[in-house]
């Protein structure tokens, strides 16, 4: 646990100055375009990250990474408990109707935030490539490997497993600050907390993490 710690604010600072090198080095002084180097400077940012859990976290097939492949079987779980996610979560956005607004003004709210569907409007075809490389496939393995892998393993020593997933969970959605996306996130979490218990690997809510972005990134392009 401290090792992993250490390692994580150590290299978390390492992205800082490899972003600002960055930075400096495409946009100040190779005029690069500002949303291109702004999302190499993300992508580099958790790539770093991810490569330092991994690292940290070693042999990655066995927990509290559990990076490995268990079943066709278990992904379609994965997938059902997603819809079942998609669901839920709309009944509890009608809910909060008086807070958010119709589930549709919801939606819209939360896709805005999410992804990039509004931010990267009109860009160059390379920014978009980076941005749904690192939205649909590398922050998913990387809040997966964190939230459900690291996190999830230590909460669970020290705390029922029903308790280590909720926490997991609300963690989960504080981490996305913004009211209107926490109670999906909140949801979303527990979810996938529960599927990588029942099926003993990360693998499979990373395949639930990156359709869910995948689905909103294309609703945001729809209704954005």
Not at 106 to 133: H, K, N, S
Request: with cysteine.
């Amino acid at each position: 646990m401290k090792r992993s710690v250490i390692t994580l604010v150590l290299t978390a600072a390492a992205s800082v100055l490899i972003g600002a090198g960055t930075y400096f080095g495409l946009y100040a002084l190779a005029g690069a375009s500002l949303p291109l180097v702004q999302q190499i400077i993300v992508l580099e940012v958790y790539a770093i990250l991810t490569i330092a859990l991994l690292a940290a976290c070693r042999p990655v097939r066995r927990p509290p990474l559990a990076l490995t492949w268990t079943s066709h079987r278990d992904v379609w779980l994965a997938l059902v408990v997603w819809l079942a996610v998609v669901a839920s979560s709309s009944l509890v956005y009608v809910l909060l109707q008086p807070l958010f607004g119709t589930l549709l003004d919801a939606l819209r709210q939360v896709l805005a935030i999410a992804t990039d569907a509004r931010r990267l409007q009109g860009e160059a075809a390379t920014v978009w490539a980076i941005a749904i490389f690192r939205g649909c496939i590398l922050v998913p393995l990387f809040e997966e490997l964190l939230f459900r892998g690291w996190l999830l393993q230590w909460l669970s020593g020290r705390m029922s497993s029903a308790m280590a997933v909720t926490i997991s969970a609300a963690l989960f959605a504080a981490m996305h600050t913004y009211p209107v996306v926490m109670p999906y996130a909140f949801v979303f979490g527990w979810s996938m907390g529960w599927v990588r218990r029942k099926t003993g690997s990360i693998v499979n809510p990373w395949i639930m993490h990156s359709l869910n972005n995948v689905l909103f990134l294309g609703l945001g392009l729809w209704l954005l």
